[in-house]
């Protein structure tokens, strides 16, 4: 009995402590639970690090937040050594959104996560990693299409197809990047062209999409720019950076497939 708690004192003492900006954290959190709400969560030296699908499989998240975009990161693990841990982030979510945005975030890691904000603390308990779905692999995927826009005109967009249906269709034709969505009623077309896009190359795409995912993900988009790589009938693969690259989100969406 002795020798068991000895073994997991010494585990529980091989954690982290860090401090970061609230916003960053928030956005970075809201990144995540636009595809699940609880996941495993990678610690190393190097940062943080986030794959998981969505329970239905239609979606992917990849997320990166290195290690410069934290002001303070004390990793107590061995350097060659990735310590992995379950975290509820849609809890943490809700933590952020009533806490104070302004500021710094103090995370301390020993067997729960204890969240600090000013005058504010709340301790998280961690989830048993295996009640969670392992680490997806990523899938190979040769796109033909890759757009840079503004992100600010995809998230108004997408805020206005939510208003016509549950789906969006979305590709290029010749030198023009187009998404569409429609309604028993009504119809929403936007189209940009080549020299109106940062960047346009490749093939004609089209693809439908859930509107429901693509929300949750245009959401976390608080950049300003978004690269897209597209197909026909062919997953999405949405990219973005924040924090001056040291955060790296990337989604893969799976296509709805028209029946004929």
């Known amino acids: 009995m002795g020798d068991k708690e000895e073994t997991e004192k010494e585990v529980w003492t091989k954690m982290f402590r860090a401090r970061i900006d609230a916003s960053l954290l928030k956005e970075c959190v809201d990144a995540i639970t636009a595809v699940v709400d609880e996941s495993r969560l990678k610690i190393s030296d190097d940062g943080w690090r986030v794959r998981a699908v969505d329970a239905a499989n239609v979606a992917l998240i990849d997320f990166e937040l290195r290690r ?16 992995e841990i379950g975290v509820d982030f849609s809890k943490l979510s809700d933590i952020l959104r009533v806490g104070w945005r302004k500021g710094d975030i103090t995370l301390e890691l020993n067997d729960k996560l204890h969240v600090k904000m000013n005058a504010l603390s709340y301790t998280l308990s961690l989830i048993s990693i295996e009640t969670l779905r392992k680490e997806p692999k990523l899938p190979s995927l040769e796109f033909p299409t890759r757009v840079v826009l503004d992100a600010e005109d995809f998230r108004k967009v997408i805020k206005v197809a939510e208003k016509m249906g549950d789906h969006i269709v979305m590709g ?18 936007f189209e940009l062209r080549r020299e109106e896009l940062l960047s346009l190359s490749g093939d004609n795409a089209r693809s439908i999409f859930s509107l429901d995912y693509i929300a949750a993900m245009s959401r976390a988009m608080n950049v300003e720019t978004v690269t897209l790589y597209l197909g026909t009938d062919y997953p999405l693969r949405i990219e973005f950076e924040l924090a001056d690259g040291a955060v790296h989100i990337m989604y893969l969406l799976a296509p709805r497939i028209e029946s004929e």
């Not at 303070?72 to 990735?82: F, G, L, P, V």
């Open 172 to 189: 290029v034709s010749g030198d023009v990047f187009f998404m569409e969505a429609e309604s028993e009623m009504d119809s929403m077309r």
């Open 68 to 83: 410069e975009a934290f002001d303070e990161y004390e990793n107590q693990t061995d350097e060659e050594q990735e310590m």
